[in-house]
């Protein structure tokens, strides 16, 4: 029996995404129980989608804006963005007591540009899966990165009951994205992402939307980011065919500013 519907079975169905909706008024998404897992709940509940909930993944290779993307995504579709590489940006920021042991291994191959092992990966998500059933639907970023992640997923959505939407990998050639990565900032509190030159913040260095303050982060430096493009290459473009074969598979070009991506996004993936 197949266990996930197809991008077009999804896009025949009845569903409505709103242009100017409610999630327009709203606050950012509360992400507790993501980022903290355990005994952490998200104070603010889910946002009600219209018509069945999105449950997206995106793929592309590092530094392509994914994360961009995701925020404007999740603002349209009241989805909420959950992204794997937030977690440990989380967890970087807690006290050294507060880090367990296989945080603390995860987060030396993070400073590499390496990949954290499956096992530890896959740990924090099943830590995790109440956010994956979530009547809010979700937003994934950063996972899955590799086939045995890829196929761990669809076991664990296929027991909770819940079917993937659609897959969306961006595109574009490695010497640009190297460009985009080098200019890229994060906001220090919200982990809202900037640009230098493309997505520029009002003031220089602090956030547009909370006033925290930006900062480049460690993986983005030279050599930390020739490692994360090869283990693009060998361990995460493979998914590219994975869900192709599943149906599921939907390729964006991200040329352009993240309004112009945001926008053929919107046209391709969402119909409007
Ligand atoms: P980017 O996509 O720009 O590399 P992320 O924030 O997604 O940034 O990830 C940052 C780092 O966190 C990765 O380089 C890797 O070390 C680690 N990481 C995040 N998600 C995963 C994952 N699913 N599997 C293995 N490592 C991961």
């Known amino acids: 029996m197949r266990t996930w519907f197809t991008y077009n079975d999804r896009m025949n169905s009845k569903l409505t995404f709103p242009k100017h909706g409610p999630a327009d008024r709203l606050p950012k998404h509360d992400r507790t129980a993501w980022l903290k897992a355990g005994a952490a709940r998200c104070e603010q509940p889910p946002r009600t989608p219209q018509g069945e909930a999105w449950r997206i993944v995106l793929l592309g290779a590092p530094g392509i804006g994914k994360g961009t993307q995701a925020e404007l995504l999740c603002d349209r579709l009241s989805t909420c963005h959950l992204s794997t590489g937030d977690i440990f940006r989380t967890a970087k920021c807690l006290q050294e007591h507060e880090q367990t042991p296989s945080m603390k291994d995860a987060l030396t191959f993070m400073r590499q540009g390496a990949l954290v092992p499956d096992t530890t990966v896959l740990g924090l998500i099943r830590d995790r899966l109440r956010c994956l059933r979530c009547s809010g639907g979700f937003l994934l970023d950063g996972f899955p990165r590799t086939v045995p992640?890829?196929?761990?997923?669809?076991?664990?959505?296929?027991?909770?009951?819940?079917?993937?939407?659609?897959?969306?990998?961006?595109?574009?050639?490695?010497?640009?994205?190297?460009?985009?990565?080098?200019?890229?900032?994060?906001?220090s509190q919200c982990k809202a992402v900037y640009h230098v030159t493309t997505r520029p913040p009002k003031v220089a260095d602090v956030c547009d939307q909370c006033g925290g303050s930006l900062f480049q982060r460690e993986d983005d430096r030279p050599e930390s980011v020739e490692v994360r493009m090869k283990a693009y290459e060998t361990s995460t473009r493979p998914l590219i065919s994975f869900y192709q074969q599943r149906g599921l598979l939907l390729s964006i070009s991200a040329e352009g500013s993240p309004e112009e991506i945001y926008q053929r996004t919107r046209v391709l993936a969402l119909g409007n």
């Open 149 to 187: 992640q890829a196929e761990a997923l669809e076991r664990i959505l296929q027991a909770e009951n819940v079917q993937l939407s659609a897959v969306l990998n961006y595109e574009l050639p490695i010497e640009r994205i190297v460009a985009r990565i080098s200019g890229r900032r994060t906001c």
